[in-house]
């Protein structure tokens, strides 16, 4: 869930202090109700749930396949709409192409909408230490900047977090209000937050957003959101920002829209999400509203290299979080305890196609004395093991062994 990794004790104690957190454990009830029985009455209310999910998966895996194509396209069709493509090959050079953006205008103040690109790219805190405010305005996400935390969920990156800890924060945080007033109502919360967020929105210089999907046929960018920051974000300022990778393209706007009935009923059981927001290029001569300039920067940052690899299944992925959602370790101790997708994600993007490197990298990234984390992969043939599917295995001396309690 971002872009840094870092050496901590080892899983097993980890989890046992997550199980041993009464407040973190209360928070995690919600996985159940809020998530997996949603999803379940979503899924049967609509019959051709699988059909779409079918369908879906073909599509992805065409556009993997001419990835190439679909970029060309996807890159013309943004420039014909008067917009800007920027590709970087990495995380510190998607940092620099949007540091320099963000200079060229002299930015000061800069509103984020939620992103795990720019988690994964820690964009967040390049900004803050070149001197430009930058503001998380999905809720979740503003919470646990307050924080000082990373998401614990690609979804809900604030499930951790219960109410009581939210009025701290914004006690502590918004010195401006009354230090007695009373934040015991979830609507009280969210109208101060509200109210927080409105000023940045306005003074805002630049906005920045992801993409839940980018749209070859159109150069259109699409986000789906359920407290209008998104539209806030890339509407009200003088310059949008897009930060996405590139296995976010989908040919068409048809495609897109069958990938929206999947989404949101897979997130968190919704039919549909309060917005569904498309963007096109900059304001044009009778537009409303809408920015002065339009970028797009395209992550690679180490997916090129996963194509040709077993990992491949991977880009297919359109990040709903229900494999979170439904994971009962992930219920049981949340996702700041759970590391190990961040660092085998971190350890595809430096070995590639290449095993050895993957399990290199694995050990470098770790540096844990004879254990590295632990993984779930997909049955095939790893280090001579012939492992079943989500067998879980451990690294130890650059090597994947049988994890054993």
């Not at 943004?78 to 590709?87: A, L, N, P, Q």
């Not at 706007?253 to 897979?266: E, F, G, I, T, Y």
């Not at 959602?325 to 595809?348: F, R, S």
């Amino acid at each position: 869930m971002t872009g840094a990794i870092r050496s901590r004790e080892p899983f097993n104690a980890r989890v046992r202090a997550a199980l041993a957190n009464t407040v973190l454990q209360g928070a995690l009830r919600k996985f159940k109700t809020n998530f997996v029985v949603l999803r379940a009455n979503a899924v049967r209310d609509l019959p051709e749930f699988d059909a779409i999910r079918s369908h879906a998966r073909a599509m992805k895996d065409h556009t993997l396949a001419h990835i190439d194509l679909y970029i060309d396209a996807y890159e013309q069709k943004v420039r014909d709409s008067g917009g800007h493509v920027h590709f970087a090959p990495d995380a510190a050079a998607a940092r620099a192409l949007i540091l320099g953006i963000c200079r060229r205008h002299g930015a000061r103040t800069v509103t984020k909408g939620k992103s795990m690109v720019s988690e994964e790219i820690g964009l967040g805190a390049w900004l803050e230490q070149h001197g430009i405010e930058s503001v998380e305005t999905d809720l979740g996400e503003y919470i646990i900047q307050l924080r000082g935390e990373t998401p614990s969920h690609i979804v809900a990156p604030a499930i951790h977090v219960t109410k009581d800890q939210i009025a701290d924060d914004f006690l502590r945080a918004h010195e401006t209000y009354p230090p007695s007033r009373d934040l015991s109502e979830p609507r009280t919360l969210l109208a101060e937050a509200r109210e927080v967020l409105r000023e940045k929105f306005v003074t805002a210089d630049v906005g920045i957003t992801g993409a839940n999907f980018l749209i070859a046929e159109t150069g259109s960018s699409l986000i789906v959101t359920n407290e209008g920051n998104g539209d806030l974000t890339q509407t009200l300022p003088r310059v949008h920002i897009v930060v996405a990778s590139f296995e976010k393209i989908v040919p068409t706007l048809n495609d897109a829209m069958q990938l929206v009935r999947l989404l949101p009923r897979s997130a968190n059981g919704q039919e549909m999400t309060v917005y569904t927001s498309i963007s096109t290029g900059p304001r044009r001569e009778g537009d409303p509203d809408g920015p002065d300039e339009y970028h797009v920067v395209l992550l690679d940052n180490g997916r090129s290299g996963m194509l040709a690899t077993d990992f491949r299944e991977a880009l297919r992925c359109i990040r709903c979080g229900a494999c979170m959602n439904h994971c009962p370790v992930y219920q049981a101790v949340g996702g700041h305890a759970y590391d190990a997708v961040v660092i085998l994600a971190e350890a595809i993007k430096r070995g590639g196609a290449d095993r050895e490197k993957v399990r290199d990298a694995i050990e470098t990234i770790t540096n844990f004395p004879g254990t590295g984390g632990i993984f779930n992969f997909s049955p095939a043939d790893h280090n001579g093991l012939d492992i079943d599917s989500f067998e879980m295995l451990t690294v130890k001396d650059g090597k994947f062994v049988p994890y054993k309690k």
